[in-house]
């Protein structure tokens, strides 16, 4: 090891089934010479997580009883032997939650987020989160001194959305719709603004509405208060024709039929939004076949878009202070899930372990 080792134990948030999170101590991981070991100084809450902590598990992510969460940033205390030379003691830095392998039949195609080997890497609620080596080398940034913990613990989420407006080609001037105004619509809708695009925002409440237009959407409507939400989306595009882009943030049946239905002819409709296994979706098969409707649905990230996060975190064109609504301690995490649950309209807590 190039420091010393740290032995001992953290206070941790241990997921052991569903709805069963216990913050309690648990042994300091140890590292491989490879590896490297990070204090958390922020770690954030999210939707994934929330789902996770739900079913109390995750097929590729989690499996219990297992310290979870994966939005992060902080400092590394321990690097080992084989680490990279430019890994240091006392370095600020933000770790990615995944790497590929850049070997298999998808990496080579460029298509790293589809990884038939992509590590995940989960911990963040916890007072320090090992840091594998594949990880460390190919999607582990360091801080500049500016950014703060908490602007830097949103570049995973970011990087999603980046990648997200990436695939659709969106460009300036064109209008597009976001549905659902969590904190990943609402990326998204600063975003697309800070692009020059036209954004029109559909959210569940009032609060997502104000939200919306803060961070630069153009008109933005609460679901609640209109009766065909696809009709409103429409008049306000030209000729009535539709929107060139719908991102579809939600992940139901419904939202995905509403996203088709605003898209103009050869427009583009990411079903962001997944919606959960075994769900089914009625599409109108004549419609996307004689309106040229492109579908894209897309999924996590890769080292390119954690770097472009990073970037925009960096100069400044996205900021935590929009997105986290509250500050926590380590102990209360269990309780504000159970909060989450209710689906309060609060976007993201930042937890301090």
């Not at 003691?89 to 590929?100: I, K, L, Q, T, Y």
């Not at 080997?117 to 090992?130: C, H, K, P």
Request: net charge neutral.
């Amino acid at each position: 090891m190039r420091t010393a080792i740290l032995n001992g134990q953290m206070t941790a948030a241990v997921l052991y089934g569903p709805e069963t999170l216990r913050v309690e101590q648990v042994e300091i991981p140890t590292i491989a010479p490879d590896e490297v070991l990070l204090e958390v100084k922020v770690a954030l809450t999210c939707g994934t997580d929330l789902k996770v902590w739900k079913q109390g598990s995750h097929p590729r992510m989690i499996v219990p009883p297992s310290v979870f969460g994966h939005e992060l940033a902080g400092v590394v205390r321990e690097v080992g032997e084989a680490a990279p030379d430019w890994i240091r003691v006392g370095m600020r830095a933000v770790p990615s939650n995944s790497a590929p392998c850049d070997e298999c039949f998808f990496c080579r195609r460029g298509r790293q987020n589809l990884c038939e080997d992509l590590l995940f890497n989960n911990g963040a609620y916890a007072q320090y989160i090992r840091i594998p080596g594949r990880i460390v080398r190919k999607n582990m940034l360091e801080l500049p001194d500016h950014v703060s913990f908490t602007d830097a613990a949103l570049v995973e989420p970011l990087a999603c959305v980046l990648r997200g407006i990436d695939e659709m080609e969106v460009a300036q001037g064109d209008t597009a719709v976001v549905i659902g105004c969590g904190p990943i619509g609402l990326m998204f809708v600063r975003m697309l603004a800070a692009r020059g695009v036209r954004v029109l925002a559909i959210g569940k409440r009032k609060s997502q509405k104000k939200a919306a237009e803060r961070l630069g959407a153009r008109a933005a409507f609460d679901v609640n208060e209109e009766s065909d939400p696809v009709r409103v989306v429409r008049q306000l595009t030209e000729g009535g024709r539709g929107a060139d882009a719908v991102i579809e943030a939600v992940g139901k049946p419904a939202t995905w039929q509403w996203a088709v239905a605003m898209a103009r002819r050869g427009g583009t409709v990411n079903l962001f939004g997944g919606c959960p296994k075994g769900t089914d979706v009625r599409l109108d098969p004549a419609s996307l076949h004689y309106s040229e409707i492109t579908l894209k649905s897309t999924f996590h990230h890769s080292p390119r878009f954690i770097r472009e996060s990073l970037d925009a975190v960096t100069r400044r064109k996205i900021s935590a202070a929009d997105f986290v609504t509250g500050e926590i301690a380590l102990a209360d995490l269990p309780s504000a899930f159970e909060h989450m649950k209710n689906r309060n309209g609060e976007l993201k807590t930042a937890v301090i372990p």
